[in-house]
Structures are given as structure tokens and as C-alpha cells.
């Protein structure tokens, strides 16, 4: 079983609709938690991260169940320029596990 | 602020060669990370670093070495090149590992 875990889709969905993406942890002592935008081709970058009692930045919202040991990421009004993966972290003892990433693809 | 950047951006070798990607970050980061990324699949750590003279290894640290004799700069070093290590390298660096991770570029290396 991989560290971290994520649905990999492709999420294929059109503009303005509201996405969900769940991620599971297994290492109980991850201490801290993020998602991560990559573009074709590019590099990862931060998105957000994500705390114990949740966050919001505009559309975008993450949340923290440690209980579960899982981070979702919600996306509201979605836009065509949302199109991307997403990658979710999870970090313990100076490094980060990622998950493979899940494929969002938003239509007109 | 330059952030990371990384040397080279592309490279083609034939197995059993040798070569050394750079990685410079001017944010004075404490650590450091060398991951590879093969098609369709998420990041897999090869090395990091969390301070100047240390290195440590990851998930997939065969056929690799690094070294972080400066604190801006980590070197990820392939002794024998072989086609299974075709893949784009990325490197990061962050504060702590309570903080997000700052990418560079990535290199496209080839072994053919």
C-alpha cells in the first residue's frame, strides 16, 4: 500500500462545477499537509495547505481529518485555467510523501 | 530572487555514462530534495538533505548520490546511467518540513 494515496480519475468536469478531491495518508505521524498544482510538463507548485481546522483561499477549500488519516480538496466555479493535476503531500521527519496525483479537466 | 533553479534543463546520455545535475536555491533554505518523476506517476524521493553536510536517502536511492557541501546547492550524481533512470528530476527546497516545498524546473534526462 502506497504512504499516500489519491483517486487518480481523470476528473472530467465543465465549467462551473463544484469537485472533490480525497487523499489518504497511512503514516499516523504526518505532521503536516498540502496540495500541490502541476501544470503539463512544469513544476509543482503550492496550492495550499492544509490545516487541522480547514482553510479556504477564494474557491478552493482543504480540510484535515486526522481521525481518518485523509485531506480533500474542494473546488468551487470551476474554471477552465483549474485544468491540471493535483498533487497531496503529507510530511513527517523532514520530508514529504506524495501521492501520484489526480488529473482535473475542465470543459467548456 | 532567483527561487530554484536547476543545471542542466535536458540531457541525453548512453548507459554506463556518468553526470552531475545541479541544484541552487538563494531562499537559504535549510532543506533540500531530489525527486524523480516518470510519466503518468506523482514524485518519488531519491535523496534529501536536511542541512548543510547531510544527506539522507528516500524512497529510490539506488544508482544515485548527492552531496550538499554548500547549503544553497545539492548535486544528485548518477554513477553508471542506465535506461530505467530516464525520468524528469526535480528538485525542491523549504524552510522546514512544516512549510511548503519550493520546485525548480526539472531536468529531462534520457539514457539511451
Known amino acids: 500500500r502506497k504512504e499516500v494515496e489519491q483517486d487518480p480519475g481523470p476528473f472530467n468536469v465543465p465549467e462551473g462545477a463544484t469537485v472533490a478531491f480525497n487523499c489518504t495518508y497511512s503514516n499516523s505521524a504526518s505532521q503536516s499537509f498540502f496540495w500541490y498544482r502541476q501544470d503539463c510538463r512544469k513544476e509543482p507548485k503550492l496550492l495550499m495547505s492544509v490545516y487541522s481546522s480547514g482553510n479556504e483561499d477564494g474557491r478552493f477549500t482543504a480540510q484535515l481529518n486526522r481521525a481518518s488519516q485523509y485531506i480533500s480538496l474542494l473546488i468551487r466555479d470551476s474554471k477552465l485555467s483549474d485544468s491540471a493535476t493535483y498533487l497531496c503531500a503529507a510530511g513527517n521527519a523532514g520530508k514529504s510523501t506524495f501521492g501520484d496525483g489526480t488529473t482535473l479537466t475542465v470543459k467548456p | 530572487n532567483a527561487g530554484v533553479t536547476q543545471t542542466p534543463k535536458f540531457r541525453v546520455l548512453k548507459t554506463g555514462q556518468s553526470m552531475t545535475l545541479l541544484c541552487a536555491q538563494d531562499m537559504n533554505h535549510e532543506y533540500m530534495y531530489w525527486y524523480r518523476q516518470d510519466p503518468g506517476m506523482g514524485l518519488r524521493l531519491i535523496h534529501y538533505?536536511?542541512?548543510?553536510?547531510?544527506?539522507a536517502k528516500g524512497e529510490v536511492p539506488d544508482g544515485y548520490n548527492v552531496s550538499r557541501l554548500k547549503k544553497q546547492n545539492f548535486l544528485l550524481g548518477l554513477e553508471s546511467a542506465a535506461p530505467s533512470q530516464t525520468s524528469v528530476y526535480f528538485c525542491?527546497?523549504?524552510?522546514?518540513?512544516?512549510?511548503?516545498?519550493?520546485f525548480g524546473p526539472g531536468t529531462r534526462l534520457t539514457v539511451t
Open positions: 525542491a527546497s523549504s524552510y522546514s518540513i512544516a512549510y511548503e516545498q519550493y
Open positions: 538533505s536536511v542541512g548543510e553536510g547531510t544527506t
